[in-house]
Structures are given as structure tokens and as C-alpha cells.
């Protein structure tokens, strides 16, 4: 069955979210001749934030700095890490479970002044 857009019908849904985190819904719509059921999943981040991390280390002396990654969403992440630059190290993935806070190790090992 095809429609074209003279057949289709638009449902609005508003969303209010408390917490960032993985929401889940069932939409059963009903007719005399038709039983449909949508699921929708909407995916909610907090707000982007930037950080700057100033490090000062002698050239070939590693410093470490401990990000606090706080979880508040009803579900354990499991994160990916991609770092850019040279220097820089850190474990690829982190776990953070639900409702706690996990630091990230990340690592600057100059090989020359910069």
C-alpha cells in the first residue's frame, strides 16, 4: 500500500523530557478496518557544553587530568573516546553507569616543546 501526500496524516506529539537518557513509546492507532502499532524511541542529550584543559609539563613528562563524566539518565553508557592530536592518550571506551560519575584518565606525553 502506497499513499501520496493527499493521503497522508500528520501526528503531532509533544515531548517533555525530565533527564537526558533513552525514552521508548508504543503508538497504537485504531480504525474500523486497521490496527497500527508505532514504536518510537527518542534519544535525549543534555545541553552541549565546552571545556578547555590548559596542561604545562616538561617536554617528555606525562600529566594526567581526570574528567568527571556524570551519568544522569535511567541507562549505563558505554562511550567512546576519539582523541585528536598529538600527545594525547586515553583509554578508547569508558562504561558509566546509571546515576554515577566515572573519570576519564586522559594523558598529554609531549615528545617535544610545543
Not at 501526500?5 to 497504537?28: M, N
Not at 617536554?59 to 573516546?81: F, H, M
Request: with cysteine; aromatic share 10%; hydrophobic share 40%.
Amino acid at each position: 500500500l502506497f499513499l501520496d501526500s493527499s493521503d497522508a496524516v500528520e501526528l503531532p506529539i509533544k515531548f517533555i523530557p525530565r533527564y537526558a537518557g533513552c525514552y521508548h513509546c508504543q503508538i497504537l492507532l485504531k480504525s474500523s478496518c486497521d490496527v497500527r502499532v508505532f514504536e518510537i524511541e527518542c534519544v535525549v542529550n543534555t545541553d552541549h557544553a565546552e571545556a578547555e584543559l590548559e596542561f604545562l609539563t616538561p617536554a617528555y613528562q606525562a600529566v594526567i587530568q581526570d574528567i568527571p563524566i556524570s551519568n544522569t539518565s535511567s541507562q549505563d553508557w558505554k562511550l567512546e573516546a576519539i582523541l585528536e592530536g598529538q600527545g594525547f592518550y586515553g583509554p578508547p571506551q569508558i562504561n558509566v553507569g546509571q546515576g554515577e560519575t566515572a573519570l576519564y584518565p586522559l594523558m598529554f606525553k609531549p615528545i617535544a616543546e610545543c
